[in-house]
């Protein structure tokens, strides 16, 4: 294999359309190229460090993300998905990788800065939660992973992760391969919520996820966020910031229907609701395949476990020869 790639998701909920748009979409397209061995991880310890004191919440949502993966199109006979719990051999790197970086370091971290504040922890973040740059280091090396599909607000992330691989290589010798990270194109990273946030988000309450019924979908995007000043029909609206055209622009087909809709909608003349009921049939197009492949696969949950039963003791094989790898360079392979 040319590229080995790493990448996953926390098993808080269900996966919605903002991880359809910014990753789900180009895992499947990175599993059909014959040169790239696909890792994605249920990230279940990582969902954890901020979850402890409700454990069902992530248990109970590593089978729903599993069901979004395959129906989505994720092959487990192309691509390997595991359950992060499942791999001790994760937890031991850590601990190595740990004694590589200080604690300021990981302090000044942007993305742990950020969602410390975002949660509200203050001085009782959880040590697990603060120190998951470090372990997702381990994630990504006992791979050899080479290419991570971030988004560009993981960015400090995969940064910790190239200083930890070269402060082990520069200290122990090159037994870890150096990460680079593969970014969204640009517009695509993101996906804003339908009340107008910037982000779509299971916490907010503000998505549209793979599992929705039509009736669910349709109700939602009649409640999007559209122009507040665009109270009768003939009003000039403004497209920009209207969450309708913005999830038409990402998944409409046909462009020049929906920039003559814009042209309609900015000159007055056109009413929110046709520019909802368009979007309506725009995304179930794209979603009632997901959601019949969803609903089959869902008919069988007892093999879907054993998918990631499988996934996980095939990664668990590739990480524990790179964890062999790095004890022997530390020197403390002392029975092999």
């Given at each position: 294999?040319?590229?080995i790639?790493l ?7 269900q996966?919605?359309?903002g ?31 901020d979850?402890a004191?409700?454990?069902?919440k ?6 729903q993300v ?11 006979t ?15 790197l ?20 950020s ?7 203050g001085?009782s973040v959880p040590?697990?939660f ?8 381990s ?9 991570v ?6 960015k400090?992330?995969l ?7 070269q402060?082990?290589n520069?200290t122990y ?6 990460p ?19 982000k779509m988000?299971?916490s907010l ?8 019924s ?7 995007v009649?409640?999007?966020?559209t122009?507040?000043?665009?109270i ?19 998944f ?10 814009k ?14 009921r368009?979007?309506i ?7 009632n ?5 969803r ?11 054993q998918?990631?039963?499988?996934g996980?003791e ?13 004890k022997?360079a530390?020197?403390?392979a002392?029975?092999?």
């Open positions: 294999m040319t590229n790639i990448t996953g998701d926390r098993p808080t909920g996966l919605h359309l991880h359809y748009v910014g990753s789900l979409k180009n895992r499947v397209s990175m599993q059909s190229d014959p040169e790239n061995e696909l890792f994605i991880m249920v990230a279940d310890m990582q969902a954890l460090t979850n004191k409700n454990p069902e992530v248990s109970s949502n590593v089978l599993a069901l979004d993966y395959l129906a989505v199109g994720l092959d487990p192309r691509t390997t998905m595991f359950i992060q719990s499942q791999i001790p051999e994760l937890s031991e850590t601990m190595y990788y740990l004694n590589l970086v200080s604690v300021g370091r990981v302090r000044r971290n942007p993305t742990v800065k969602e410390i504040e975002q949660k509200g922890f001085e040590t697990g603060f120190i998951y740059p470090v372990s997702q280091a994630d990504i090396t006992a791979f050899k992973a080479n290419l599909p971030v988004g560009e607000d993981q400090p992330m940064e910790q992760t190239q200083e930890i691989v402060s082990f520069n010798g090159k037994v870890l391969v150096e680079k990270g593969v970014f969204p194109d640009k517009g695509m990273g993101r996906l804003p919520g339908i009340d107008g946030n910037g988000s299971k309450g503000n998505g549209i996820y793979l599992a929705d039509a009736d669910v979908v349709a109700k939602k009649m409640s999007m966020y122009d507040p000043n665009h009768h029909v003939e009003d000039p609206g403004q497209v920009e910031g209207n969450m309708v055209f913005t999830y038409l622009d990402v409409g087909k046909d462009k020049e229907k929906i920039e003559d809709l042209a309609h909608y900015r000159r007055g003349g056109l009413g929110d609701v046709k520019i909802k368009y979007l049939e725009v995304l179930e197009e794209e979603l395949p997901i959601r019949t492949r609903e089959e696969f869902a008919k069988d949950p007892e093999q879907v476990m998918m990631l039963k499988e996980s095939k990664a668990q094989a590739v990480a524990a020869e790179t964890l062999a790898e790095v022997k530390m020197g403390i002392y029975f092999s």
